[in-house]
């Protein structure tokens, strides 16, 4: 399966901890987007990545949010010094800039990572 | 600043019948739009698209109609299966952000 998969499903931490969260892309996507959902709404964008340059940030993402992606692989998102808002759904999606068209506008999602900040 | 909206938040469908989920957006500079269906413990799934130079789209029992002058699209289900209870989002990318933008979903539920 080349789909893109999400490490670790569920996390439970407590609030001031720090925590990270991976997502491997599908192989042939170069650009990679987080998000962020939490209940009753749509994905959130919080930032992507064309190959290893983060290109967006949003400004949902604190400075306690880092992200990376380092070779233009997989990327991490981590999360310093949690805060119970942090709870949600952390989604990781990949999508291909190589042709235009909805081919480019189409991302494919991971299972997310669910966390829950006590 | 909410750029796309759905303002149904959930909607019940007889098997077999059609599903009709709305979709509204402000900006019209979006180049696609894109429907995703959640199940739950899930991430989204692509359904379907359609270009802002289209009025229609078609993939088997989906079709997707758009109506830029009312910034308005709609997603049709013929014929309902239960298998399609899900969320459905209604998303719109900016080939100049690179960015899709969702809405808050609507939760479909087909009564078998």
């Known amino acids: 399966d080349t789909g893109v998969s999400q490490d670790p499903r569920h996390k439970i931490t407590k609030r001031g901890q720090n925590v990270t969260f991976r997502c491997d892309p599908i192989?042939?996507?170069?650009?990679l987007y987080w998000y962020r959902q939490t209940l009753g709404q749509g994905p959130e964008f919080l930032t992507y990545?064309?190959?290893?340059?983060?290109?967006?940030k949003s400004r949902l993402l604190s400075d306690r949010f880092s992200a990376e992606r380092p070779k233009g692989s997989f990327s991490t998102l981590e999360i310093q010094r949690t805060e119970q808002g942090d709870s949600a759904m952390y989604l990781c999606?990949?999508?291909?800039?190589?042709?235009?068209?909805?081919?480019?506008?189409?991302?494919?999602f991971g299972p997310g990572t669910r966390l829950l900040v006590l | 600043d909410q750029q796309v909206k759905q303002n149904s938040p959930s909607l019940s469908v007889q098997e077999g019948r059609i599903s009709i989920l709305n979709c509204d957006y402000t900006?019209?500079?979006?180049?696609?739009f894109l429907w995703y269906k959640k199940y739950p413990a899930e991430g989204p799934t692509f359904l379907i698209s359609i270009s802002s130079i289209k009025d229609k789209n078609e993939d088997g029992r989906f079709t997707v109609f758009l109506n830029k002058s009312a910034k308005h699209l709609s997603l049709h289900i013929v014929p309902s299966q239960p298998g399609d209870s899900a969320v459905y989002f209604c998303?719109?990318?900016?080939?100049?952000?690179?960015?899709?933008?969702f809405g808050t979903g609507t939760k479909l539920q087909v009564i078998p």
């Open positions: 990545f064309q190959n290893e340059a983060q290109l967006e």
């Open positions: 192989s042939e996507h170069n650009r």
């Open positions: 900006n019209s500079m979006f180049d696609y």
């Open positions: 999606a990949s999508s291909s800039s190589v042709l235009a068209g909805p081919i480019a506008a189409t991302q494919y």
């Open positions: 998303a719109a990318y900016s080939g100049g952000y690179q960015k899709v933008t």
